[in-house]
């Protein structure tokens, strides 16, 4: 919900010239989901066990999963700055960026990455969870530069040069 509302106030303020409004709205939402979001994971890892035997208690399952949390919870927060530039640029009408990066997440970091990690150089599990977290992380820092160069404040649409066209057939 807060990177949705983030996306509305942006768009609001751009529509309306409010370019600064619209920068310090990215700023503060940034702010607020790595912050919840920091709460969030370090919660998440501190109750691991009790929120794991909710679900199982099968030791192997429980050791994988406590390997998965532990590893992949804390890219989390990339992957939300990841997904605060994916709606700016949708709110600012900059969505060719994103949209590579997002292809590239996935085709170019968390399948090979994964796929390195697991079974050619053989960490298994581990393996699979650090190369999606690196994906993460990695996509997350670049969503970041992006925000903080500005680019997406500007407008997109130029500003038509004429107002009105000329009467019935051109005269």
């Known amino acids: 919900p807060m ?3 983030t996306g509305i106030v942006v768009a609001q303020s751009l ?14 939402g940034g702010l607020i989901i790595s912050g919840a979001t920091l709460v969030y994971v370090a919660l998440l890892l ?3 066990d009790w929120f794991i035997s909710l679900f199982t208690t099968d030791p192997q399952v429980v050791a994988a999963a ?23 640029a949708r709110s600012s009408g900059h969505t060719v960026f994103l949209s590579l990066l997002g292809i590239a997440r996935l085709w170019l970091l968390r399948i090979p990455l994964s796929w390195l990690l697991a079974y ?5 599990n581990r393996g699979l969870w650090t190369g999606m977290a690196l994906s993460n992380y990695v996509i997350g820092v670049l969503a970041v530069a992006w925000l903080a160069r500005r680019d997406w ?14 009467g019935i057939g051109g005269k």
């Not at 050619?120 to 298994?124: A, K, Q, V």
């Open 153 to 166: 404040a500007r407008a997109v649409i130029e500003e038509a040069k004429t107002v009105a066209t000329p």
């Open 15 to 28: 529509g309306a010239g409010m370019i600064r409004r619209s920068r310090s709205t990215v700023l503060t």
């Open 46 to 48: 501190f109750l691991r």
């Open 120 to 124: 050619r150089l053989g960490f298994g």
């Open 66 to 88: 406590r390997n998965m949390l532990t590893i992949f919870a804390p890219s989390i927060i990339g992957f939300n700055m990841f997904m605060l530039a994916n709606v700016v």
């Open 3 to 5: 990177v949705r509302a």
